[in-house]
């Protein structure tokens, strides 16, 4: 608890970080302003560092570039690792891990110890690690990395503790799981083949153990030769040296005969009787051609042989599709008997399991189901039916179905905002699913007591938005709905939208959603608005479009007609004239001037005919910017709305405009110089003459690499190219990728490069981080792609430069500072530190509000920062937010009630409401990319200021609700994440989390309530957040277990005779042969064992000290006990065995003991 006091006597007018030239914080022209009255604030903070702390809390989505796959068959859980050196572990819904190996390198191959708990990595950097999956955040608890040879294949048998390694070189190492120390024995590549081979067999790609005796290990080298390796005999049963190089070889349960799968696209069927020659060679896909050769197929990469008890058994493969059929897609075939099905799939495949019901490899198999992983989907398909449906997917794998352009994250919605959106998204989904349990079923999970509604709202490059709840740290769709279904279709060759075909022109850039009113609007990329209202009714409307010519370019003498905007007024609140309504003047000849010049056309053609709306989000009303004179509209940088206002604010780098959406007209549309008036902070420059039009780039067209980015990420923020927005004060409206070339006063024009090319402009900064996505082209690109201008001088504008605005607040405030009561005004900020506040008049009566017009006055305070602006937020003098006013939501389309007439229903948060002992007032609270300042309204005087960061700038900044209490949070393009605290601006919490490695992050980060945020860690993945003290402590609590004690499935009884004569298999001791006893001790040099940190939960706990020591001790004890247990039963069973064999015996001998030698 701290109490913070401040006397306001005219000193705070004066911002210690204010430049040369510029007026102080509490003046509105650069002149001194007398002092106001000294008033004292009072304000109880509650929030100190303590209350802070930032950990991952979970990872939603599909895992960026598979790499491979394990499962385990008792526990039900799967693993996926990825390039990156990520595993995801799932179970049941709500069971989903993510742990990430330190080194980064990929993941080659998984394997899970069943029913142990443990899972073995090999990973690209030739170490092993084995996880401990006992505790809810698994943990490393031994590594093993090999120094002179490479890891190609694992192989670990069920209920064994010794693991076989396979290498490069074609050596098989053991490595002991229990210590991880490798084992003295090894099969040298040159003992395992014969002497007489000349030529090296290649990498180990194979490594299985015999089902009809264990002391056999199968051994598939590269090159086609494979071996069975007696290990006991320490020798070579036999050799198998075929043409076709393996990919992989798969057993039949009884041990007799085994398949392999070869690069020619062939299956080879192999019986142990004789080896000489394969006992059958099929090529699935390959046909016959007319002179008789067979065609040439793709490599079979993997096959299972599975076999049932009621039915003829499974060969299930992928790959080995002929070559000659171009764009053919990746497939996975299931031969059952003579039934051969194909099964296409949308992605190349990485890897697949077919689960079965026994994890003994010596049983009936009877597979149930195959899990397919591709490069961006997991799908599980049922075997047991015969058209193989698939299993619907409970985990959110389709973040990425397009890819992500922006996200918002929204924590304690109102709680009937779920079932409502779940009720009506649960109409549209896909059917045809299996009706059967999903099979992945492990873990567990329970709902915990620190819950409460959220959503998240992803954009995404094809237009369509997606809701998801995000309560309890899953992840479930809710609803989804297409903004592209408001336009018409792009049609190749036809006029404008020739140039938009090679795009992605419905690309969401952001969105702004009230979850009260459920008003809903969107930004898209074509420099497009909609908004959406949210009905339980279909209906059949018209949609409204309004044009809106938005284009700073004062050199052209433009003539207001009805057709026009002129971006010019005499007076505050004056109208602009009427923008165009598309359905009403479709596009004309006039459009284009005689030379072909675009003119006074959208970039999107609206549908101008009655549609059918489904139930849920419907459009109201299409907002475009217009092409001027053959320059494309820039993209929009800035959106608020306010359902109790009914009006819609957007700006870009042109200037403001605001659409008062309930009369479906504009009310202001001025650019950024004109909203000044005579209150123009900064020494402008005299106008040049028009210089070359600039060049600017598609959307996609971003060509910097990631050198460029680690150059300039420390550069100054008031000279950034981020994401759409013009951020730097002396920067030239951006142009993404390409030089900058100087313009005219008329602001950037496009040069045209040829027909056929997109005409959007990758034109502003990173000060509203929301979006400008390349959509398109290789991912690569799309990442890692933006620019920076060089300069930062703030004290003189040339009038070249375009000023953008890049934030926009509608709420109750002081425009003025003789105002005595508040009043509705739009607080604009932009990317030269300014900030304009615009008061307005708004009829109250709800009849005068539908036809009288809102008027808007212009000459308003000014206030100034660091940097652009990025947030606006408003406090009450006791510290508390005052959130804005808002419509309470009404269905328009529902049933009218001739007795109760449907009225608007406002709720609005008065900044006098609750503060009777502070009296009129309120405090604002503004964010830019280098500093946050606190102003007391109606004075405009800084009560606080505190400096950011001076080597870096802030990409995005919101005021979130955290302990009862309220709080600044930033987050740097350094990778730091900050809280301040209100009104102070004290530091909290400072954490170097994330370097700004691409774009991406910065895109799509977002803070919200509760101490929660959200990033995109990858493409196909959204990562959550806490910077809560509160949440880290009870995440535990949150979060599934993985492993829960599960009995292991007896196996089989073989029989005495089968066990008699199959092999002796269960009297193989590995111990014997592989221990240190027998083997002796591996070479240090060949591998270096890593202890690793184990986690603090977990059964075996690798902790120092007594009660470490007690533990180990403890486990061990139990270990010893398990183990003296399973030698009682073993050794009940053998007497039980003896007992019955003698009971036979002297049966045989009451029998026979008085039949002489003859009568035998």
């Avoid at 494979?226 to 049963?237: C, P, S, T, Y």
């Avoid at 849920?616 to 053959?630: K, M, N, R, T």
């Avoid at 398109?776 to 933006?786: G, L, M, Y």
């Amino acid at each position: 608890m701290k109490k913070f006091r401040k006397v306001l006597d005219g000193l705070t007018t004066s911002s210690p970080g204010a430049t040369v030239g510029s007026p102080s914080c509490g003046s509105a022209a650069g002149t001194p302003t007398a002092a106001p009255t000294p008033k004292e604030i009072d304000v109880q903070e509650t929030l100190v560092s303590e209350n802070f702390q930032l950990c991952k809390t979970v990872r939603h989505g599909f895992p960026y570039q598979p790499t491979a796959l394990a499962f385990d068959p008792v526990q039900k859980i799967l693993a996926i690792g990825s390039r990156s050196g990520g595993v995801r572990i799932l179970g049941r819904p709500g069971v989903d891990c993510y742990c990430q190996h330190e080194s980064g390198a990929a993941v080659l191959q998984l394997q899970f110890l069943i029913n142990e708990g443990a899972l073995v990595s090999a990973c690209a950097d030739d170490t092993l690690h084995l996880w401990n999956l006992r505790q809810r955040r698994p943990a490393i608890l031994h590594s093993l990395k090999f120094n002179r040879e490479r890891i190609t294949f694992c192989h670990l048998p069920f209920q064994s503790k010794w693991l076989y390694v396979g290498t490069e070189r074609g050596n098989t190492h053991i490595v002991n799981i229990e210590s991880f120390v490798l084992s003295g024995y090894v099969i040298m590549w040159n003992k395992a083949i014969e002497l007489s081979t000349k030529t090296h067999p290649g990498p180990v790609v194979h490594l299985s153990d015999s089902p009809k005796d264990e002391g056999k290990l199968l051994i598939g080298f590269e090159s086609g030769t494979i071996v069975q390796w007696d290990l006991r005999g320490k020798k070579a049963d036999f050799r198998i040296y075929y043409d076709e190089a393996i990919h992989s070889v798969s057993w039949h349960h009884e041990g007799k005969q085994f398949m392999c799968s070869h690069s020619d696209g062939s299956l080879t069927l192999w019986n142990l009787r004789n080896t000489t020659k394969p006992f059958q060679v099929t090529f699935p896909h390959g046909k016959i051609q007319r002179d008789a050769r067979k065609e040439s197929c793709k490599p079979i990469l993997k096959v299972e042989y599975k076999t049932c008890r009621n039915s003829e058994p499974f060969v299930i493969f992928s790959g080995g599709l002929s070559y000659d059929k171009a764009g053919r897609r990746p497939a996975l075939t299931i031969m059952h008997g003579k039934a051969i099905t194909v099964l296409e799939m949308d992605y190349p495949i990485v890897e697949f399991m077919v689960l079965c019901e026994t994890p003994y490899n010596n049983e009936v198999q009877e597979p149930y189901a195959v899990v397919v992983l591709l490069e961006k989907d997991l799908i599980v398909v049922d075997l047991t039916q015969s058209n193989y449906p698939v299993f619907e997917n409970p985990y959110p794998m389709d973040i990425h179905e397009s890819p992500v352009t922006c996200t918002a994250y929204f924590a304690d919605c109102p709680p009937d905002i779920i079932p409502i959106l779940y009720s009506i998204g649960a109409k549209h989904k896909k059917t045809g699913y299996s009706q059967k349990e999903w099979p992945i079923s492990g873990g567990t999970w329970t709902l915990g007591s620190h819950t409460y509604p959220e959503i998240i709202i992803t954009g995404h490059a094809d237009g369509s938005i997606k809701f998801w709840d995000a309560s309890a740290i899953t992840l479930q769709m809710l609803y989804k709905m297409k903004t592209s279904k408001v336009f018409e279709k792009p049609k190749p060759g036809e006029g404008r939208a020739a140039e938009l075909v090679e795009e992605d022109p419905f690309a969401i850039q952001m969105v702004s959603w009230c979850p009260q009113s459920r008003m809903f609007c969107v930004v898209g990329i074509s420099a497009h608005i909609i908004l959406y209202r949210f009905s339980k009714y279909d209906a059949n409307t018209q949609i409204v479009s309004l044009e809106v010519r938005l284009q700073c370019d004062s050199d052209d003498v433009i003539s207001p007609s009805e057709n026009e905007n002129n971006p010019s007024f005499s007076e505050p609140g004056s109208h602009s004239p009427q923008p165009h309504h598309q359905h009403q003047h479709p596009a004309s000849p006039g459009s284009r001037t005689p030379e072909g010049i675009k003119d006074s056309i959208p970039c999107l053609k609206v549908k101008d005919r009655a549609v059918r709306v489904p139930p849920g989000y419907q459009s109201e009303l299409v907002i475009q910017l217009l092409w001027v004179d053959g320059e494309p509209p820039q993209q929009i940088t800035s959106l608020d709305i306010n359902s109790a206002y009914g009006l819609l604010a957007f700006g870009n780098c042109n200037g403001l405009a605001v659409v008062d959406y309930l009369q479906k007209t504009v009310i202001l549309c001025m650019s950024t110089l004109d909203l000044y008036g005579s209150t123009d902070p900064y020494q402008r420059l005299t106008r040049s003459p028009r210089r070359n039009r600039q060049s600017t780039s598609g959307l996609t067209e971003l060509t910097d690499n990631q050198q460029s980015i680690d150059m300039e990420r420390n550069k100054s923020p008031t000279s950034d190219h981020v994401n759409g927005h013009c951020t730097s004060p002396t920067s030239q409206p951006c142009s993404a990728g390409k030089p900058r070339i100087p313009m005219g006063p008329e602001g950037p024009r496009l040069t045209r490069r040829g027909p056929g090319r997109p005409p959007f402009r990758k034109a502003q900064s990173a000060a509203c981080m929301e979006i400008s996505l390349p959509v398109s082209h290789t991912e690569e690109s799309r990442e890692n792609s933006f620019t920076r201008s060089r300069s930062s001088s703030v004290s003189s504008i040339d009038r070249d430069t375009k000023e953008a605005v890049t934030t926009l607040q509608f709420g109750e405030s002081y425009g003025r500072k003789n105002d005595v009561l508040p009043t509705p005004c739009l607080w604009v900020g932009t990317s030269l530190g300014v900030v304009l506040l615009i008061p307005m008049s708004i009829p109250t009566d709800q009849e005068e509000r539908m036809e009288e017009p809102v008027t808007m006055g212009v000459s308003g305070a000014v206030l100034m920062l660091k940097g652009s602006v990025l947030r606006f937020s408003f406090l009450d003098c006791m510290g508390a937010l005052i959130q804005p006013p808002y419509e309470v939501w009404r269905d328009h389309n529902a049933p009218e009630d001739p007795d109760r007439p449907r009225r608007r229903k406002l709720v609005h948060f008065s900044p006098s409401s609750s503060q009777d002992a502070c009296g009129d007032g309120h405090l604002a609270v503004v964010c830019s990319e280098r500093q946050a300042k606190v102003f007391l309204m109606p004075s405009q005087s800084c009560l606080f200021v505190h400096n950011i960061t001076e080597s870096s700038f802030v990409l995005r900044a919101d005021v979130v609700s955290v302990c009862n209490s309220v709080c600044l949070a930033c987050f740097c393009a350094n990778g730091h994440v900050m809280t301040l605290s209100l009104p102070s601006l004290r530091p909290l919490m400072d954490v170097n989390y994330l370097p700004l490695t691409d774009m991406r992050i910065a895109r799509t980060f977002y803070f919200t309530n509760g101490g929660q945020a959200l990033y995109l860690s990858s493409p196909t993945e959204v990562q959550r957040i806490t910077y809560s003290q509160e949440m880290c402590d009870n995440l535990q609590e949150m979060l599934g277990e993985l492993f829960t004690p599960i009995e292991t499935p007896e196996a089989q009884n073989r029989g005495f005779l089968k066990g008699f004569f199959g092999g002796n298999a269960h009297t193989f001791d590995r111990e014997e042969l592989f221990g240190e006893a027998a083997a002796g001790k591996a070479s240090r040099s060949l591998a270096q064992h890593i202890p690793g940190q184990g986690g603090v939960e977990g059964m075996k706990v690798a902790a120092s000290g007594v009660v470490g020591e007690l533990a180990r001790a403890r486990i061990a004890l139990d270990e010893r006990g398990q183990r003296l247990g399973e030698l009682e039963e073993r050794t009940a069973l053998m007497m039980t065995s003896a007992e019955a064999f003698s009971k036979h015996a002297h049966e045989l001998m009451l029998k026979c003991k008085d039949k002489k030698w003859y009568q035998f």
